[in-house]
């Protein structure tokens, strides 16, 4: 008897995708653009979801959805910023999915949101065949896990819309080319943008607000 794990990745992979093309539709409905915010741990992801809304809650509704091993931890950041925030825990699994997610935006008010960053579990490999219902997929890497990490995962990079290229200022201290990582993510994907930033000096987080408000405005538009 011959056997194949195959078919049953590809269902699962399958049914992922259904889902999240229905938490996408949700949050078109109410108007509320999603960032999946991915990367590895210690890239930044959580500061600069943190700064985000410290710079942007005064003009947007901001809401975060923490995912992560054990979630409390990231989610109490958020929620110091007076956001609606949930925590996602995923026990043994190394990422999120849109099941997951789809139980997370119950729990929040939608109607009452503009914009949402979800992030993700800590990590380059795991996240990156699940879609959520995301409208923008972004990966946050740092300098000091080394200028080969963009070239050492493709495939993360092939389906984001942006990357961030972070903590540039100690490039020079860990030994490290922004300037590679930025030409690794163009050649894996022409069509990425990319920013160099530093949320210590604020180099490129400008770039970073501006993106998240013309997203947001894009997709308010294409559906009003």
């Known amino acids: 008897m011959h056997t194949t794990d195959i078919p049953i990745e590809y269902d699962i992979l399958k049914k992922n995708t259904e889902i999240a093309r229905e938490n996408r539709r949700l949050l078109t409905e109410y108007g509320v653009t999603a960032f999946n915010i991915m990367g590895a ?4 992801k959580t500061l600069l979801i943190e700064k985000t809304i410290e710079r ?20 109490a950041r958020f929620e110091k910023h007076g956001v609606p925030t949930v925590g996602l ?5 190394c990422h999120l999915d849109a099941h997951l997610v789809r139980h997370g935006l119950t729990d929040m008010p939608l109607d ?8 993700n ?11 959520l219902g995301e409208h923008r997929r972004v990966v946050v890497v740092s300098v000091s896990e080394g200028d080969d990490i963009v ?10 819309d942006l990357i961030i290229v972070n903590k540039v200022d100690i490039a020079q201290a860990v ?3 922004a300037d590679k990582m930025v030409k690794d993510a163009r050649t894996i994907n022409p069509r990425i943008g990319v920013l160099k930033m530093s949320l210590k000096t604020g ?15 894009q997709y308010r538009l294409a559906n009003h």
Request: with cysteine; proline share 3%; glycine share 10%.
């Open 175 to 177: 030994n490290a080319d």
């Open 56 to 75: 942007l809650g005064s003009e947007y509704r901001i809401g975060a959805i923490a995912g992560d091993v054990v979630a409390r931890i990231d989610a």
């Open 121 to 131: 579990v800590g990590n380059l490999i795991c996240p990156t065949d699940y879609e």
């Open 151 to 160: 070239e050492k995962h493709p495939l993360i990079f092939s389906t984001a």
């Open 41 to 44: 741990i210690g890239s930044g």
């Open 89 to 93: 825990n995923t026990g043994r699994e």
């Open 203 to 217: 180099e490129g987080f400008e770039d970073w607000i501006d993106f998240v408000k013309k997203s947001h405005e």
């Open 112 to 119: 009452l949101l503009d914009i949402l960053f979800i992030e």
